[in-house]
């Protein structure tokens, strides 16, 4: 019972530590002269990086608190990578061996970050295969494979516990639209989008839960057929898009789902750096393209209202890849087209 009470008293105390993440104003006069405002919630500036800080907190506090978690546990996940980065932070916080099973794809910048951290990476050719992967390596090691793709969604406090939809209303109100028309999420586990949408229900706010869908994954054909069998070759946008239906995420609180090509996610990275100053990542591209749409969308309506979006990390972890002006030619295409024509959109003067 010691180290274990002990363990949760150091996850507790460094979330005492913590501070909340920003709600960013964006200034779009194209928009915003029309009545329609955007805003990003930056999750980048946790101690470890993305919004998986906050999931993997409550991963490790559902782990411990069910009894899955003990003084010689191998903790064992399967990643895209940045889940693992905060998991690695929190297993070291409680004294624990840390292992990442990761695509072999994924960023030098993220694996560094891993072992920074203590944590081991064991890489594997396929995005499909870390799931057995981590399994195998859970069993050897006599640990516990914490399974973030089928615990996010309920491992959240989704009613209040300052979640991140909380979070996101209470810094809202005092805009000229505090309740949002839109929330525009991408998912990867699917366990943010489903703690937005239930808390909002909760709330009975009037507000869209709209997910972006990146080119290669399966939830956006998972939405529209309901056959959650069917599978993919999975998503060249890190942290979002998967190759088969993640049991996290939960279609009936999605009102609407947009497809994104990568080459406009990775132009509306571009833009979306260009007009904060700083790099973003590339999901969070993913995420403006889709809040794009529905301005222009609100905005050929004469509607009013504002949307919300997130910055899930920081452009910085990716120098070697979406920054990489050589790698996003070779690996993802032309996107000069598609960030012309998001340039377009912001424009004051744009009729459409
Ligand atoms: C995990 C992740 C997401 C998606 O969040 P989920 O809650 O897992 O659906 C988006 N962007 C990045 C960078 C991520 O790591």
Redesign the pocket.
């Known amino acids: 019972m010691n180290w274990l009470h002990n363990a949760i008293g150091q996850i507790e105390a460094d979330y005492q530590r913590s501070s909340d993440t920003h709600l960013i104003a964006l200034a779009l006069p194209g928009f915003s002269s029309h009545g329609i405002d955007l805003y990003l919630k930056d999750e980048s500036t946790h101690p470890t990086g ?3 800080h906050r ?1 993997a907190r409550s991963l490790f506090l559902y782990a411990l608190c069910n009894g899955w978690l003990h003084a010689d546990s191998t903790v064992v996940e399967s990643s ?4 693992a980065v905060s998991e690695a932070y929190f297993a070291r916080l409680i004294g624990l061996p840390f292992i990442a099973v990761m695509p072999r794809h994924t960023s030098a910048e993220k694996i560094a970050q891993i072992e920074f951290y203590g944590g081991q990476c064991h890489l594997v050719e396929r995005a499909d295969a870390v799931y057995d992967a981590a399994r195998t390596l859970a069993a050897q090691t006599g640990g516990h494979y914490m399974d ?1 793709f089928t615990y ?1 969604e309920r491992a959240t406090d989704w009613r209040s516990s300052n979640n991140i939809a909380q979070s996101m209303f209470t810094q809202m109100a005092r805009e000229r639209h505090p309740v949002p028309r839109w929330i525009v ?10 703690t937005i949408g239930r808390y909002v229900r909760y709330q009975r706010h009037h507000t869209g839960l709209c997910v972006v869908d990146p080119q290669g994954s399966v939830f956006a054909d998972y939405f529209d057929s309901g056959n959650a069998a069917v599978t993919g070759p999975g998503s060249r946008i ?3 898009g998967r190759p088969r239906v993640e049991p ?2 939960i279609r009936t609180l999605v009102d609407r789902m947009i497809r994104v090509a990568d080459v406009d996610s990775v132009a509306a990275m571009q833009l979306l750096s260009e007009l904060l100053g700083r790099k973003v ?4 591209g993913t995420h403006f393209v889709g809040m794009l749409q529905l301005a222009c969308e609100m905005r050929a309506r004469g509607q009013q209202g504002s949307i919300l979006s ?1 910055l ?2 920081a452009g910085t972890r990716y120098l070697g890849s979406y920054f990489d002006p050589v790698w996003v030619h070779r690996e993802i295409g032309d996107c000069g087209p598609a960030l012309a024509r998001m340039k377009s959109q912001l424009a004051p003067a744009f009729q459409e």
């Open positions: 993305s919004l998986k999931l895209s990578g940045s889940t973030q996010a999420m991408a998912a990867g586990t699917g366990g943010t989008s489903a890190e942290g979002i996290s995420f990542g590339p999901s969070s997130l899930c990390d």
